[in-house]
């Protein structure tokens, strides 16, 4: 790192303060359909990898599996998405509803409407960069450390 630059103040606070904010333009506008952006998200995620193992899904959202449990349960009693018997008796398998998917199209209008308007507000090349940026500190991030895999903590 170069010793003329230093990160100044707390990076998750920071990271929290944007989130908050982004997260307040996206739910104004994805609240229109009747989904939280989160939920809006889980539907989004479960179309592209349906049917998708429950401990998959939670892998790939970067949640872990008692808050993805928490979070399907309203989309399950909307009717929109269905945890159904996977390969064998022990493993369960998510996936949306016709009204599931119908929802996720009602709803990818309105986030197509928020996401325009955040490209708008701060312009479209400091967005590439930052969803960039965000990409590859995630990465960097989830990069398995040797000891961890050899204890067996992963």
């Known amino acids: 790192m170069n010793d003329l630059v230093k990160p100044q103040g707390c990076t998750s606070l920071k ?23 989160t939920q809006y998200s889980l539907l989004s995620h479960i179309q ?3 049917p998708v193992r429950p401990g998959e899904l939670a892998r790939v959202m970067h949640m872990d599996a008692s808050t ?3 979070n399907l349960r309203p989309l399950q009693e909307q009717g ?19 009204e599931g998917l119908a929802k996720r199209q009602e709803a990818r209008r309105h986030w197509r409407a928020a996401q325009e308007a955040l490209n708008e507000r701060l312009g479209p090349d400091r967005v590439a960069a930052l969803h960039a940026l965000i ?8 990069e398995t450390e040797p000891e961890a895999e050899a204890d067996g903590t992963v």
Do not use: F, H, I, N
């Open 80 to 98: 929109w998405v269905v945890v159904s018997e996977g390969e064998d008796a022990r493993s369960r398998s998510v996936s949306l509803t016709p």
């Open 135 to 142: 990409d590859e500190s995630l990465a960097m991030l989830d």
């Open 68 to 70: 993805l449990t928490r």
């Open 48 to 50: 592209s990898l349906a």
């Open 15 to 37: 990271l929290r303060e944007l989130q908050r904010v982004v997260a307040q333009r996206y739910d104004a506008e994805v609240g229109k359909s009747g989904l939280k952006t």
